[in-house]
């Protein structure tokens, strides 16, 4: 196994084309949603004014996350996942086109933001388990925690790529100009994805929806550790999630680029810290990782919140976006090394639903504490608060403190268990 210099193992990459694609076309996707996804807020800021209206984006996706990220699972276990990922990619492409033809109205209305933000946390919602369980399924397990890192460079690159572009066309330009670039990414990420071979279903035919999301949910809360790392990621985003308040705290600094640089801030750190990661190789007690970094997330955004420079906030950015890159390692490797193949898409569903409806609340909670405070109270309360409870938690599930990759049970079962499947990921 060959390490890039900077720890970077690229072995899943080399060893399965299936990955590879998919990989690629995540990128691809996420290069153009990402710069919709902070246009869409740019874009209601500057048609009501107001932070509560911005922050009330997350109350329309609440139901969606949970509903759908849960029957997502379910779905991801028992249907071809490649028909299903085709399918919502291409569900999501409309809404984009949506968007586009709203942008050029001469006057855009406010409920088509609101109620395609619905429609695209629904429906992502049900893709994101399928692609979840491609990932552990297509990449070896010794090749996880490389897997890991390889997600958190394709997220991060395109974290600081897609916001930079949709910050500054939407400025220059105008919100519609990013929405035809989006249209344009997700043409060439369903080209990939067809390429992809098409998957057999783990869950028995005859076993009901309901009856799979109840076992599912069981085994869930069979494993304290697992719950943890949910709870954890669930309040560290509820708590301390600052990406929806950019445009107004770029507000205080009163220069054109401030905007585009403070949404660069958490990728660029994540990206610094993924791209330096090979000492996680060393850790592996993944219980107290996440913990830490959790918690060095929440410290991070207090600092944004609280500056009065904007390289005081980019840095505090920074340190909060290396911070939550790693815990996405240990707990994306965690997830794939403990969890049975044949379950793997329920227990993504749940994830899935831990860090999408915690920014989603998170962005609700921001805008409204800075309402009825201000914002830099919002945010600075919001980080301290979350170093806090991280820590509560840690004391409350002690089997996730304890959690050790190289003793664990359900550890030792996956690896023999996936060993005898002699499965096609390298293909």
């Given at each position: 196994m060959s390490i890039a210099k900077y720890g970077i193992d690229l072995s899943p990459l080399r060893q399965s084309a299936q990955y590879r694609r998919l990989y690629v076309a995540g990128f691809v996707t996420a290069l153009g949603s990402q710069a919709t996804y902070v246009t869409v807020p740019f874009q209601l800021k500057n048609l009501t004014h107001s932070p509560m209206a911005v922050g009330a984006l997350g109350l329309f996706e609440l139901v969606p996350l949970v509903v759908f990220g849960l029957y997502g699972g379910v779905l991801a276990d028992r249907l071809n996942r490649r028909r299903l990922i085709l399918l919502t990619e291409q569900a999501l492409m409309l809404s984009t086109a949506v968007l586009f033809v709203n942008a050029l109205l001469r006057h855009p209305q406010l409920w088509v933001l609101y109620a395609d933000a619905f429609v695209v946390a629904g429906v992502a919602s049900l893709q994101r388990p399928s692609i979840e369980a491609l990932n552990q399924q297509y990449v070896p397990h010794e090749l996880q925690r490389a897997a890991s890192a390889l997600a958190n460079v394709r997220y991060t690159t395109a974290s600081i790529i897609g916001p930079a572009i949709g910050g500054?066309?939407?400025?220059?330009?105008?919100?519609?100009?990013?929405?035809?670039?989006?249209?344009?990414?997700?043409?060439?990420?369903?080209?990939?994805?067809?390429?992809?071979?098409?998957?057999?279903?783990?869950?028995?035919?005859d076993t009901g929806d309901l009856a799979a999301l109840r076992s599912g949910l069981r085994y869930a809360l069979s494993r304290p550790d697992l719950m943890g790392t949910y709870v954890i990621d669930l309040l560290a985003m509820v708590l301390a999630f600052p990406v929806v308040m950019l445009p107004f705290v770029a507000e205080r600094f009163h220069v054109t680029y401030a905007l585009s640089l403070l949404y660069c801030g958490l990728p660029a750190g994540a990206l610094v810290a993924t791209l330096t990661s090979s000492w996680t190789r060393r850790i592996h007690r993944y219980g107290r990782a996440i913990v830490a970094a959790a918690a060095l997330w929440g410290l991070g955004i207090a600092v944004f919140g609280y500056a009065t420079s904007l390289w005081l906030a980019v840095l505090g950015l920074a340190v909060g976006g290396g911070a939550d890159a790693v815990s996405g390692i240990f707990r994306s490797t965690m997830w794939n090394e403990s969890i049975p193949p044949?379950?793997?898409?329920?227990?993504?569903?749940?994830?899935?639903?831990?860090?999408?409806?915690?920014?989603?609340?998170?962005?609700?909670?921001?805008?409204?504490?800075?309402?009825?405070?201000?914002?830099?109270?919002?945010?600075?309360?919001?980080?301290?608060?979350?170093?806090?409870?991280?820590g509560v938690v840690a004391v409350a599930l002690p089997r996730l403190w304890a959690f050790d990759t190289r003793s664990d049970v359900h550890v030792a079962a996956v690896r023999e268990l996936r060993a005898r499947e002699n499965p096609s990921q390298h293909s």
């Open positions: 500054l066309l939407a400025v220059a330009v105008g919100p519609a100009s990013v929405y035809v670039i989006n249209l344009v990414t997700f043409g060439f990420s369903l080209a990939l994805l067809f390429t992809l071979k098409a998957t057999k279903p783990l869950t028995p035919a044949d379950v793997r898409g329920r227990m993504a569903g749940i994830e899935m639903i831990s860090y999408s409806l915690g920014p989603t609340a998170g962005q609700f909670r921001a805008g409204v504490m800075a309402a009825w405070t201000t914002m830099r109270f919002s945010l600075t309360f919001g980080g301290l608060a979350c170093s806090g409870s991280v």
